[in-house]
């Protein structure tokens, strides 16, 4: 059993800023990789938005580059989304992504979501 809480989220205008958050908590063995995905309006798919892997390596999409920040808490299960110079495209509910594993194997492993965070930007 795996909760991941997301906050931070909320309505800004073009070229503000804003810092997500993502906690997990629960009974797990570990938590592997973590990231953010965005589902825009009328859309089913989630999209990447950037990952910290376990490792401590990290990914963004190129759409965010240079904007966005993930950052990962050394120790904790806890990530965190800075996003700066936000345009309107931005505009999507944000969910907070962690792989999970439930004993020391590194697999089987599954996947967790939060519930997600509304981020809307205004021209």
């Known amino acids: 059993q795996v909760q991941l809480v997301e906050s931070g989220g909320g309505v800004v205008q073009a070229g503000g800023s804003l810092r997500l958050s993502c906690a997990a908590s629960?009974?797990?063995?570990?938590?592997?990789?973590m990231g953010w995905y965005r589902r825009t309006p009328g859309s089913e798919d989630r999209d990447l938005v950037a990952?910290?892997?376990?490792?401590?390596?990290?990914e963004y999409a190129d759409s965010v580059k240079g904007r966005f920040t993930i950052s990962r808490e050394i120790g904790q299960n806890t990530i965190y989304l800075e996003m700066t110079n936000l345009q309107v495209e931005d505009t999507a509910t944000y969910y907070c992504n962690a792989e999970v594993h439930s004993t020391d194997k590194w697999y089987p492993m599954t996947d967790a979501w939060g519930q997600g965070t509304q981020v809307t930007v205004s021209s």
């Open positions: 629960g009974d797990f063995f570990r938590i592997g990789d």
């Open positions: 990952e910290a892997k376990i490792n401590g390596k990290t």
